[in-house]
């Protein structure tokens, strides 16, 4: 069986010799000695670490050094190790739009349209017009039902609810006889 491509691992930017991030996505602390209040050097093993995910969807870690802790974005320090800084302006992007992929070939620098342009072509409504409904149908022409409140819905989906419900209907009544 072939194994696939070596995780690389890259020092966290501002937390050298103490965090790595890999480019699947992976944030880990690196094995060095810690002076104790005993006055003796001890070795702290280096771990992954747990990501812990936000009501959206990204998740993020909490660093520290020095007493310090500090809470970021794992797609950020993918980015700011596998691709640089972030330009003026920009914020991290995933192609997909699933904000827990974090690999660095799903991310990039955009501006905020950009990231909106992205939602709408993955089908994902964001100021923009809904182009496929949550189970992947078109929302485009005789596909698209406007009901009384103004919402779209897309007809195939309320066409199998309808059926399901009448099947529904049809079964209680035979049981009911």
Not at 13 to 20: I, L
Not at 39 to 53: I, S
Request: proline fraction near 4%.
């Amino acid at each position: 069986m072939m194994a696939g491509p070596e995780e690389a691992w890259k020092p966290v930017s501002g937390y050298v010799g103490y965090y790595e991030v890999s480019d699947q996505g992976r944030v880990r602390s690196v094995d060095r000695m810690i002076w104790h209040n005993c006055g003796r050097e001890v070795l702290y093993r280096g771990r992954v670490l747990r990501q812990k995910m936000m009501p959206r969807g990204h998740r993020q870690v909490t660093l520290s050094r020095d007493g310090d802790r500090c809470t970021v974005l794992v797609h950020r320090l993918v980015l700011e190790a596998f691709v640089g800084p972030a330009p003026e302006g920009t914020e991290g992007l995933h192609w997909d739009d699933d904000p827990g992929n974090n690999r660095a070939s799903n991310l990039r620098w955009g501006t905020r349209s950009e990231n909106i342009a992205d939602r709408i072509r993955n089908g994902r409504r964001c100021g923009g017009i809904r182009i496929v409904c949550k189970r992947g149908h078109p929302m485009s022409g005789d596909n698209v039902r406007t009901l009384s409140d103004g919402k779209r819905r897309c007809v195939t989906c309320l066409r199998k609810t309808d059926r399901e419900w009448h099947a529904a209907k049809r079964r209680e009544m035979s049981n009911a006889a």
